[in-house]
């Protein structure tokens, strides 16, 4: 090999511009695991609302602490709030 000459090929890989990210395109490669997240997400939220409320209803009413509201709660409703809580585990 002379001198200037490379010791690629022509037409080689190595010859092909960068390949740059198009701005238009979304940065998310899977969709799919987007809306997953974002169902996973929206029922996480549902499920701490639910708790919130539900404990906010028994300090109002009963006058009980956050603590003790809260395991009253799980404790008289153990197949609702059982049933939310496999489901934050799911999530």
């Given amino acids: 090999m002379g ?3 490379s ?4 037409g080689s890989a190595h010859d092909e511009p960068s390949r740059r990210r198009d701005p238009r395109r ?10 997953a997240l974002a ?7 549902s499920i701490v609302t639910e708790f919130v409320r539900g404990v ?17 709660l799980i404790w008289r409703a153990p197949r609702r709030y059982g049933g939310y809580i496999i489901h934050v585990g799911s999530c």
Avoid: D, M, T
């Fill in 7 to 10: 010791s690629r090929a022509a």
């Fill in 56 to 72: 906010r209803a028994r300090r109002r009413n009963a006058g009980e602490s956050v603590p003790l509201a809260f395991g009253r």
């Fill in 3 to 5: 001198p200037g000459s």
């Fill in 39 to 45: 169902l996973a997400l929206f029922v996480f939220v």
């Fill in 26 to 35: 979304p940065r998310v490669r899977h969709a799919y695991a987007l809306v």
